[in-house]
């Protein structure tokens, strides 16, 4: 099989056209290799200063506690309760399952008809 790069005039059809092929693939795997080596080294560099990685959670503590209560009163709709705390629905139900164990969905009954 034999490839041939119009723009970069690589033809590996010859010798010379391999040899630039085997050289461009091989300065590629180099590049990534480096990306990989400083990428390891900044995250130990981060566990040694006892950093963990990651965003830390929106809901925690006296929030996700808020929560809570809010969705155990169910005077709120989920999405007013996130609204309060300034967090998606996803993000409250995750938060909240993750506590509390997996909570049913509330399911408001429609009145229109089809």
Do not use: W
């Not at 092929?21 to 091989?26: K, R, T, V, Y």
């Not at 809901?59 to 999405?79: F, H, I, N, P, W």
């Amino acid at each position: 099989m034999e490839f041939r790069s119009l723009q970069e005039n690589i033809d590996t059809s010859s010798s010379g056209g391999r040899l630039v092929f085997h050289i461009f693939a091989s300065l590629a795997e180099f590049e990534r290799d480096l990306i990989r080596e400083r990428t390891n080294a900044g995250l130990e560099a981060t566990r040694a200063r006892g950093r963990v990685r990651g965003r830390p959670p929106l809901l925690s503590g006296d929030k996700l506690r808020t929560a809570q209560k809010l969705y155990e009163q169910k005077d709120m709709t989920v999405a007013q309760i996130g609204e309060v705390l300034g967090v998606s629905r996803t993000t409250l139900y995750r938060a909240l399952s993750g506590e509390a164990g997996a909570l049913p969905t509330r399911k408001h009954t429609s009145t229109t008809t089809a």
